[in-house]
């Protein structure tokens, strides 16, 4: 049984229920989400070859010292870096290291940003320099499952229908979709009720009802969609080591569909490929 329940009332835990935010609400993870934003755009010009990753987690973390945030990941379950960086064939959750980017290179930055409570969770792709047309059009792909995912957002549909949507798409392109890892609530919490699918049947999953939060974040593989994790215990790469990709939006559902609270403030929705 899926239960639905005011935030306010509700405990500062994921209990398995699904909180509904108020336009208040919303004013706040607007504020939070848009810094999140911000901090994508300025990293578009720092990402370049010879750049190391912990350079970037640097940035990220002083970013976020200079307007008052905190970031989500630092010290979060043993996490020690302010940021996620994966690239190439990693999936997801790369840690920040002194290895420069090198020519060519995709690499997903995931930022999340805690701002008087309220946690702004968006992430991007970069090209490094040149990349190949194989590379430019994964994420290509992937922006567009994204945006077909946020299309799919309304009052009264399943959130198997943003599924449906990322995964009908990837297919029909001859990519795959990552099953391993999904979107999930978020607002008060980094993570809550309920998980985002990217994947399965509109009839899916719970009933979206105005005032949720959640995230978006499709992981669309060139290869195959199996993953596995390595000895950190956290980077996640594809098995047969093609390349992945991942966009990510936090939405809050509004009476007539969502609003996307982390689109970027200066039109760089998709750094290094051609406006849209």
């Given at each position: 049984?899926?239960?639905?329940?005011?935030?306010a009332t509700a405990p500062m835990k994921n209990t398995g229920v699904i909180r509904l935010y108020n336009a208040e609400d919303?004013?706040?993870?607007?504020?939070?989400?848009?810094?999140?934003?911000?901090?994508?755009?300025?990293?578009?010009?720092?990402?370049?070859?010879?750049?190391?990753?912990?350079?970037?987690?640097?940035?990220?973390?002083?970013?976020?010292?200079?307007?008052?945030?905190?970031?989500?990941?630092?010290?979060?379950?043993?996490?020690?870096?302010?940021?996620?960086?994966?690239?190439?064939?990693?999936?997801?959750?790369?840690?920040?290291?002194?290895?420069?980017?090198?020519?060519?290179?995709?690499?997903?930055?995931?930022?999340?940003?805690?701002?008087?409570?309220?946690?702004?969770?968006?992430?991007?792709?970069?090209?490094?320099?040149?990349?190949?047309?194989?590379?430019?059009?994964?994420?290509?792909?992937t922006y567009e499952c994204l945006m077909r995912g946020i299309a799919a957002v309304r009052p009264g549909a399943r959130t198997?229908?943003?599924?449906?949507?990322?995964?009908?798409?990837?297919?029909?392109?001859?990519?795959?979709?990552?099953?391993?890892?999904?979107?999930?609530?978020?607002?008060?919490?980094f993570h809550d009720t309920p998980n985002i699918l990217h994947y399965g049947k509109e009839s899916d999953g719970p009933e979206?009802?105005?005032?949720?939060?959640?995230?978006?974040?499709?992981?669309?593989?060139?290869?195959?969609?199996?993953?596995?994790?390595?000895?950190?215990?956290?980077?996640?790469?594809?098995?047969?080591?093609?390349?992945?990709?991942?966009?990510?939006?936090?939405?809050?559902?509004?009476?007539?569909?969502?609003?996307?609270?982390?689109?970027?403030?200066?039109?760089?929705?998709?750094?290094?490929?051609?406006?849209?």
């Amino acid at each position: 049984m899926v239960t639905y329940i005011d935030a306010a009332t509700a405990p500062m835990k994921n209990t398995g229920v699904i909180r509904l935010y108020n336009a208040e609400d919303f004013a706040g993870m607007r504020k939070a989400s848009q810094l999140t934003a911000q901090c994508l755009d300025e990293l578009a010009d720092i990402v370049k070859p010879g750049v190391t990753t912990n350079a970037i987690d640097r940035f990220v973390f002083e970013f976020g010292m200079d307007h008052d945030a905190l970031p989500a990941t630092l010290n979060y379950r043993g996490y020690t870096k302010s940021v996620c960086t994966s690239i190439n064939h990693v999936v997801c959750h790369g840690i920040p290291d002194d290895k420069p980017l090198r020519e060519g290179d995709i690499v997903n930055i995931d930022v999340t940003y805690i701002l008087d409570g309220w946690y702004g969770d968006s992430s991007r792709m970069y090209p490094v320099g040149q990349i190949k047309r194989a590379s430019e059009r994964l994420l290509e792909v992937t922006y567009e499952c994204l945006m077909r995912g946020i299309a799919a957002v309304r009052p009264g549909a399943r959130t198997g229908a943003i599924g449906a949507a990322i995964q009908a798409y990837a297919e029909a392109q001859r990519c795959s979709v990552v099953t391993d890892f999904c979107g999930h609530g978020v607002g008060r919490l980094f993570h809550d009720t309920p998980n985002i699918l990217h994947y399965g049947k509109e009839s899916d999953g719970p009933e979206i009802r105005e005032g949720m939060i959640f995230t978006i974040e499709p992981m669309i593989n060139l290869g195959k969609p199996h993953v596995k994790v390595l000895s950190d215990g956290w980077t996640a790469v594809t098995r047969d080591r093609s390349l992945s990709a991942q966009y990510e939006h936090a939405v809050g559902v509004t009476a007539t569909g969502c609003e996307i609270f982390t689109l970027s403030p200066g039109g760089q929705h998709r750094p290094g490929l051609p406006p849209i």
